[in-house]
T-cell receptor, first 115, second 117 residues
Framework: KNQVEQSPQSLIILEGKNCTLQ??????????LRWYKQDTGRGPVSLTI?????NTKSNGRYTATLDADTKQSSLHITASQLSDSASYIC??????????????FGTGTLLAVQP | EAGVTQFPSHSVIEKGQTVTLRCDPI?????LYWYRRVMGKEIKFLLH????????ESGMPNNRFLAERTGGTYSTLKVQPAELEDSGVYFC???????????????FGEGSRLTVL
């Protein structure tokens, strides 16, 4: 069964600190892995997209890693800011033919950054 | 440039009533997707349009749900008759067609929250 599991479910950190969110997946065939940030009451916004051959990708203070062998990914947030408070969702794309992709979503990690 | 817009942002209806959600994708995006998130669960795929054609509707829960995209522009998702378990947030997303489609960035709307009483 195609599944994406994230940990921890929720996390509280102090402003300025770093944190790492985890994602494990059992999705086949694998096309790519995405991290999204979803603010309360808003739609998900893409942070990174990584294909099979990419081990790491950065977007500002966000750095995602991918280990396709162990089917694990992480999202590292550096020098957290209050605006980083949001749900972070790991999404794995499986290609079911041609140019079409189906996205399998994790339940997200709810991050709260406190002053 | 306008993003993906969804209407209404929140709808409260009674069981048995009908609701129609609308999504306006980013102009020029041929791919249009509908997703749903029910309380406490992950976002799940409902269906995928390429222009006006349904590419994949395998995620539609049952025949009470009807999606259309006439003319390949905006899309509607109708729930008739609504049941309690249909409550959730319905997201629409769009992306361009072609190119490196496998890594095509998906742009999400802010969602339509449906509450069925």
């Amino acid at each position: 069964k195609n599944q994406v599991e994230q940990s921890p479910q929720s996390l509280i950190i102090l402003e300025g600190k770093n944190c790492t969110l985890q994602c494990n997946y059992t999705v086949s065939p694998f096309s790519n892995l995405r991290w999204y940030k979803q603010d309360t009451g808003r739609g998900p916004v893409s942070l990174t997209i990584m294909t099979f051959s990419e081990n790491t990708k950065s977007n500002g203070r966000y750095t995602a890693t991918l280990d396709a062998d162990t089917k694990q990914s992480s999202l590292h947030i550096t020098a957290s800011q209050l605006s980083d408070s949001a749900s972070y969702i790991c999404v794995v794309s499986t290609n079911y033919g041609g140019a079409t992709n189906k996205l399998i979503f994790g339940t997200g990690t709810l991050l709260a950054v406190q002053p | 440039e306008a993003g993906v817009t969804q209407f209404p942002s929140h709808s409260v209806i009674e069981k048995g009533q009908t609701v129609t959600l609308r999504c306006d994708p980013i102009s020029g995006h041929d791919n249009l997707y509908w997703y749903r998130r029910v309380m406490g669960k992950e976002i799940k795929f409902l269906l995928h349009f390429v222009k006006e054609s349904k590419q994949d509707e395998s995620g539609m829960p049952n025949n009470r749900f009807l999606a259309e995209r006439t003319g390949g522009t905006y899309s509607t998702l109708k729930v008739q008759p609504a049941e309690l378990e249909d409550s959730g947030v319905y997201f629409c997303a769009s992306s361009v067609l072609g190119g490196r489609a496998n890594t095509g960035e998906l742009f999400f709307g802010e969602g339509s929250r449906l509450t069925v009483l």
